[in-house]
């Protein structure tokens, strides 16, 4: 038994903000635990063959969000791995249900300035298209921090390097998991 054992027993699920570097993160964060990462923007677009723009323009939010939440309880019934949500789907009391368990949740927060300056340069991201990101990121912050604020487990991450980051969840959830016995 190594000491990632017990950070390898049950789904670890990443929520935060649009920016935040849930995928990216989750990525390095599942390379180091050695489990499998998924990433529900990825698998929603698998699943309806098309991409989350065309899904929003074509079908409008709630059939994206409805799409999304179907794929996350179908990836929550699978083994472990560390799964990046898409920043809205916590917001969905069901999906948010699901995942109190069936995972454990990581809010990855880190200040708005830099959120808007990582996803200005991503023209794919239907919430902030053709608007200003810090604006839209604010509003997003108002109505979602509070929601957020339910998952098992806050890292605030700052513009620090990924690596910095994963090793920073792994220490909290390490944390986390030694006080909270499931």
């Known amino acids: 038994m190594d000491r990632y054992d017990p950070l390898r027993r049950r789904t670890i699920a990443l929520v935060g903000l649009m ?4 995928s990216s993160v989750g990525r390095r964060l599942a390379n180091a635990l050695n489990l499998p990462f998924r990433d529900t923007d990825t698998e929603v677009e698998a699943a309806a063959g098309r991409s ?15 799409g999304e939440r179907r794929v996350i309880a179908r990836l929550l019934d699978h083994d472990p791995h560390v799964l990046a949500t898409g ?3 916590f917001m ?3 999906t ?9 949740s990581v809010w990855l927060k880190t200040d708005l300035d830099v959120l808007a300056r990582r996803v200005s340069r991503k023209p ?8 200003d990101p810090l604006a839209v990121l604010q509003a997003l912050a108002e109505a979602r921090y509070p929601i957020y604020g339910e998952a098992d487990v806050l890292v605030e991450t700052g513009d620090a390097p990924h690596h910095h980051t994963v090793d920073q969840v792994i220490r909290t959830l390490t944390a986390y ?3 909270t016995p499931r």
């Open 19 to 22: 920016g935040v570097g849930k």
């Open 52 to 66: 989350i723009s065309d899904i929003f323009t074509e079908l409008g939010e709630p059939a994206f969000r409805e």
């Open 87 to 89: 920043g809205g789907a």
């Open 92 to 94: 969905n009391p069901e």
């Open 96 to 104: 948010r249900q699901l995942i109190k368990s069936r995972a454990v």
């Open 124 to 131: 794919t991201r239907p919430l902030v298209a053709d608007k």
């Open 177 to 179: 998991l030694e006080e």
